[in-house]
T-cell receptor, first 111, second 113 residues
Framework: GENVEQHPSTLSVQEGDSAVIKCTYS??????FPWYKQELGKGPQLIID???NVGEKKDQRIAVTLNKTAKHFSLHIIETQPEDSAVYFC??????????WGAGTKLIIKP | DTEVTQTPKHLVMGMTNKKSLKCEQH?????MYWYKQKAKKPPELMFV???????INESVPSRFSPECPNSSLLNLHLHALQPEDSALYLC????????????FGPGTRLLVL
């Protein structure tokens, strides 16, 4: 079955700098990769997703890239702001339409 | 309306109590999900309803009993829970089961004493 690994587990960046979170997946049949942001005490919020027929997708300060050959995808946040501090989860959609989640990355934005 | 709502926000219950969690969405989604999330962990899938029928039960103990009265509502009935069941319970919905984009509610924080 699908397995998703996420790194790093914690990422601390200076406000205004960029942050990159990486995930790898095992099932080459997976074709859907969402990213969720979870703030303390709240449910996960979908921030961006990508499907396997696209290599890159952008939405304002965030972007996701997908390398199907290497089976990895990454979240890029530019010009980080204090409100970007949260836990970020990547996930892969498996052949049973279920989401297989990464372990999460705690992003800390230092003022 | 583009959100999933959950009630209550917080719940404290004893091991002999019976309680219910509620979830509602008015986005016309036909798939609804229950997840359990422990601290510092990703959500774990418990149940999937598709067109108001239970499609997936991830070997969840019978002390958790889901119910889908209609396409907008999802309940989770709790009975004889254990302290290790304390967690954040999340509801999510998607357009259809095969449409993987899931939208989550804020969750119910459950504490079992």
């Amino acid at each position: 079955g699908e397995n998703v690994e996420q790194h790093p587990s914690t990422l601390s960046v200076q406000e205004g700098d960029s942050a990159v979170i990486k995930c790898t997946y095992s099932d080459s049949a997976s074709n859907y990769f969402p990213w969720y942001k979870q703030e303390l005490g709240k449910g996960p919020q979908l921030i961006i997703d990508i499907r396997s027929n696209v290599g890159e997708k952008k939405d304002q300060r965030i972007a996701v890239t997908l390398n199907k050959t290497a089976k990895h995808f990454s979240l890029h946040i530019i010009e980080t702001q204090p409100e970007d501090s949260a836990v970020y989860f990547c996930a892969g959609g498996d052949s049973n339409y279920q989401l297989i989640w990464g372990a999460g990355t705690k992003l800390i934005i230092k003022p | 309306d583009t959100e999933v709502t959950q009630t209550p926000k917080h719940l404290v219950m004893g091991m002999t109590n019976k309680k219910s969690l509620k979830c509602e969405q008015h986005m016309g989604h036909r798939a609804m999900y229950w997840y359990k999330q422990k601290a510092k962990k990703p959500p774990e899938l418990m149940f999937v309803y598709s067109y108001e029928k239970l499609s997936i039960n991830e070997s969840v103990p019978s002390r958790f009993s889901p119910e889908c009265p209609n396409s907008s509502l999802l309940n989770l009935h709790l009975h004889a829970l254990q302290p290790e069941d304390s967690a954040l319970y999340l509801c999510a919905s998607s357009l259809a089961w095969a449409e993987e984009t899931q939208y989550f509610g804020p969750g119910t924080r459950l504490l079992v004493l």
